[in-house]
């Protein structure tokens, strides 16, 4: 199994970017998925995750309402679509993958069994 993440960059405050992450090596349509991000000195922290179905999605409180995250089960690929960015979403962020996963433990780090090699966002004031 590879993730790729791609999609980062350097961007204003206000301004935003798409993340995409291309899986490869299963069958891409019964897995869950999943945005973490790290900022530099901190742990890794949940973003936004989706169902295998693409039919439910989870954010995490400080992103919500300005990111959203999308899949296209036929293409292998997640998307992040992030708007309104601020100075502290500057991190690398990692996409990941787990097998079906109850609902509460979407947010979860450790159920996630796949990551991809982290792409970094980094958001000028």
């Known amino acids: 199994v590879q993730l790729q993440a791609s999609g980062g960059g350097l961007v204003q405050a206000g301004g935003s970017l798409r993340l995409s992450c291309v899986a490869s090596g299963l069958t891409f349509r019964d897995y869950d998925m999943a945005w973490f991000r790290q900022a530099p000195g901190q742990e890794r922290e949940f973003v936004a995750a989706?169902?295998?179905?693409?039919?439910?999605?989870l954010y995490a409180d400080s992103v919500k309402g300005r990111f959203t995250i999308a899949r296209t089960n036929a293409k292998n690929i997640i998307y992040l679509q992030m708007n309104s960015l601020k100075v502290d979403d500057t991190a690398v962020y990692y996409c990941?993958?787990?097998?079906?996963?109850?609902?509460?433990?979407?947010?979860?780090?450790?159920?996630?069994?796949?990551w991809g090699q982290g792409t970094l966002v980094t958001v000028s004031s």
């Open positions: 989706i169902r295998y179905s693409g039919g439910t999605t």
């Open positions: 990941a993958l787990t097998s079906r996963v109850a609902y509460s433990a979407l947010a979860v780090l450790s159920s996630y069994d796949y």
